[in-house]
T-cell receptor
């Protein structure tokens, strides 16, 4: 969905490096999410934010941190990248409302390789 | 342990109806079940959402039994362009911020053949 953009689209880095993945949205949504996707494991939630002052850990937050700089921007950081963080990362957004009836809109993904 | 379970893969032929079932035996009382479609090199895209019984839209139907421990996505008369991975999503394990988790199934890779 062009309303949700992720940068970079591809990144190769080395073990121990600090990496930041950025997500921007023009949908005006309050809620933003970061997922990682691994073959055979589907999507797993890393962090989510329901507004600028609300940050919550997801299923697999260890080794990651996030920053919600503005309503439209949500960044994911790997403070010291390790090879098992090699994955496809997706950002998603949804509008305010009942948590479980939200429709999430996904960005195109960032493919991260940690050597 | 909160979990959703789907078949890993399915094969079908053009024009057939395809049913994909997701098990979510620990779904919270008020939670909806949502299905997404994903093509290679793209993010998932919303297909349909439901709470109980049957929901239908222009692309799919969703059947949810009374116990809500499973849901079945039904794609009528599939075409080659329906070849994709399909995910179910549910909020399992209780109330938000009280131990509940947003859980995607591992995905079902549907292959539609001519």
């Amino acid at each position: 969905d062009a309303d949700v953009t992720q940068t970079p689209r591809n990144r190769i880095t080395k073990t121990g490096k600090r990496i930041m993945l950025e997500c921007s949205q023009t949908k005006g949504h309050d809620r933003m999410y970061w997922y990682r996707q691994d073959p055979g494991l589907g999507l797993r939630l890393i962090y989510y934010s329901f507004d600028v002052k609300d940050i919550n850990k997801g299923e697999i937050s260890d080794g990651y941190s996030v920053s919600r700089q503005a309503q439209a921007k949500f960044s994911l950081s790997l403070e010291s990248a390790i090879p098992n963080q090699t994955a496809l990362y997706f950002c998603a957004t949804s509008s305010s409302g009942t948590w479980d009836t939200d429709t999430q809109y996904f960005g195109p993904g960032t493919r991260l390789t940690v050597l | 342990l909160a979990k959703t379970t789907q078949p890993i893969s399915m094969d079908s032929y053009e024009g057939q109806e395809v049913n994909i079932t997701c098990s979510h035996n620990n779904i919270a009382t008020n939670d909806y079940i949502t299905w997404y479609q994903q093509f290679p090199s793209q993010g998932p895209r919303f297909i349909i959402q439901g709470y109980k019984t049957k929901v239908k839209n222009e692309v799919a139907s969703l059947f949810i039994p009374a116990d809500r421990k499973s849901s079945t996505l039904s794609l009528p008369r599939v075409s080659l362009s329906d070849t994709a991975v399909y995910y179910c999503l549910a909020f399992l394990g209780g109330i938000y911020n009280q131990g509940g988790k947003l859980i995607f199934g591992q995905g079902t890779e549907l292959s539609v053949k001519p």
